[in-house]
């Protein structure tokens, strides 16, 4: 399927900010739900944003008003943009594609190879 390569992950201190992008390949980006997600060391992978096709967003509760997803059909790219980071945030982050917002969830079928992030206190 489609094939997903994340970046920007990085060294932040606590409070401050990162912007995590992730290019797709092939031609059916535009018609996919894009997702992010995290998984902390030692614990399991969990949801923190998606956006449809269509452009519309949702994100785990907790992380609301502090991250925000957006994609640029254009250049096949989906961005997750960090602010305020915690030393919580700290995990890898990982970018997935579905078929519908509504399966956007830990079986989505194509992910990207994760990008770390770590927040020091």
């Known amino acids: 399927q489609v094939q997903l390569v994340e970046a920007g992950g990085g060294l932040v201190q606590a409070g401050g900010s990162l912007r995590l992008s992730c290019a797709a390949s092939?031609?059916?980006?535009?018609?996919?739900?894009m997702g992010w997600f995290r998984q902390p060391r030692g614990k399991a992978r969990e949801f923190v944003a998606a956006i449809s096709s269509g452009g519309r967003t949702r994100y785990a509760d907790s992380l609301k008003g502090r991250f925000t997803i957006s994609r640029d059909n254009a250049k096949n790219t989906v961005y997750l943009q960090m602010n305020s980071l915690k030393p919580e945030d700290t995990a890898v982050y990982y970018c997935?594609?579905?078929?519908?917002?509504?399966?956007?969830?830990?079986?989505?079928?194509?992910w990207g190879q994760g990008t770390q992030v770590t927040v020091s206190s």
């Open positions: 092939g031609r059916t980006f535009s018609s996919n739900a």
């Open positions: 997935a594609a579905a078929p519908h917002i509504a399966l956007m969830t830990i079986s989505a079928g194509s």
